[in-house]
């Protein structure tokens, strides 16, 4: 995904994925030059990620979209996870490499 060209779009998007989800909480991480990556995780246990320009504008899109930002991925939030099987299906074709 690239990251968010208007702050405007990625609180839409935010607010969007937590009103089809009934609610969700964010991670941000940092991911180099490339900004940060949100992780939203729905009530649900559906998750999603979206980018932006920088951990800022992160924080700012999720505060302005209503949605409670994690410090870090607590045990909690982890098990409220509820992978795809797409998503499995991907894992299962990588191969870590060390």
Not at 47 to 63: H, K, L, N, P, Y
Not at 81 to 92: G, V
Request: negative net charge.
């Amino acid at each position: 995904m690239e990251p968010a060209t208007s702050s405007g779009g990625l609180i839409s998007d935010i607010k969007s994925f937590a009103a089809g989800h009934g609610g969700a909480k964010a991670v941000i991480e940092y991911v180099g030059r490339r900004g940060a990556r949100i992780v939203l995780v729905g009530e649900d246990g559906t998750w999603s990620d979206q980018f932006a320009d920088g951990t800022d504008i992160a924080r700012q899109a999720c505060e302005k979209a209503g949605v409670e930002v994690e410090n870090e991925w607590e045990r909690e939030l982890i098990e409220q996870m509820r992978p795809s099987n797409d998503l499995w299906r991907s894992m299962s074709r990588r191969q870590l490499s060390r």
